[in-house]
T-cell receptor
Framework: GQQLNQSPQSMFIQEGEDVSMNCTSS?????WLWYKQDPGEGPVLLIA?????ELTSNGRLTAQFGITRKDSFLNISASIPSDVGIYFC?????????FGQGTRLTINP | GAGVSQSPRYKVAKRGQDVALRCDPI?????LFWYQQALGQGPEFLTY????????KSGLPSDRFFAERPEGSVSTLKIQRTQQEDSAVYLC????????????FGNGTRLTVT
């Protein structure tokens, strides 16, 4: 099935470092979303972006909806241990979400 | 309830058995989605309901997969004659309206076919 191209696939960083990940698509989406998934749980919504060019923050998280509507990035500043997990981007057309393959974030204390 | 509830959390089936996975969406949520998540991958769309109407089933991988939501609340995903490639986490999600409101996911059912 269709998936978005998300990179990097994995990141190993030190606590306190900033993190950046991005997502690209060959298709245009009306909405971009970023989710975090912890082991054994479902994805939890972090940030939703509804307008091309929009830059939105949620605490230490910042995400942008690309102007072409085909890409998005997520930044996490000053990472902490609870940021560990898998981050997914998702694009939404009319109803359903299309997900990226995920970025696995590991933090060394 | 407070969130989307799925049962069972874990299901082991022998190849060829039929399974039924249940989803209780957040009360009042109109839209309900089923996704399949293989190990190490992102969730992939299976099917979508608006109330009791199944509006999109384009992601169901074969005619062995069937979903229903007869009263517009609880939904069941049924897999007949399970195969090993059906092993995955099956996620249910719901949202209040259509379109812009956020999608809330359950914790999934992990299906293992032996």
């Amino acid at each position: 099935g269709q998936q978005l191209n998300q990179s990097p696939q994995s990141m190993f960083i030190q606590e306190g470092e900033d993190v950046s990940m991005n997502c690209t698509s060959s298709s245009i989406f009306n909405t971009w979303l970023w989710y975090k998934q912890d082991p054994g749980e479902g994805p939890v919504l972090l940030i939703a972006l509804y307008k091309a060019g929009e830059l939105t923050s949620n605490g230490r998280l910042t995400a942008q909806f690309g102007i072409t509507r085909k890409d998005s990035f997520l930044n996490i500043s000053a990472s902490i241990p609870s940021d560990v997990g898998i981050y997914f981007c998702a694009g939404q057309g009319a109803q359903k979400l299309v997900f990226g393959q995920g970025t696995r974030l590991t933090i060394n204390p | 309830g407070a969130g989307v509830s799925q049962s069972p959390r874990y299901k082991v089936a022998k190849r060829g058995q039929d399974v039924a996975l249940r989803c209780d969406p957040i009360s009042g949520h109109v839209s309900l989605f089923w996704y399949q998540q293989a190990l190490g991958q992102g969730p992939e769309f299976l099917t979508y309901f608006q109330n009791e109407a199944q509006l999109d089933k384009s992601g169901l991988p074969s005619d062995r997969f069937f979903a229903e939501r007869p009263e517009g609340s609880v939904s069941t995903l049924k897999i007949q004659r399970t195969q090993q490639e059906d092993s995955a986490v099956y996620l249910c999600a719901s949202r209040m309206g259509t379109g812009a409101s956020p999608l809330h996911f359950g914790n999934g059912t992990r299906l293992t076919v032996t």
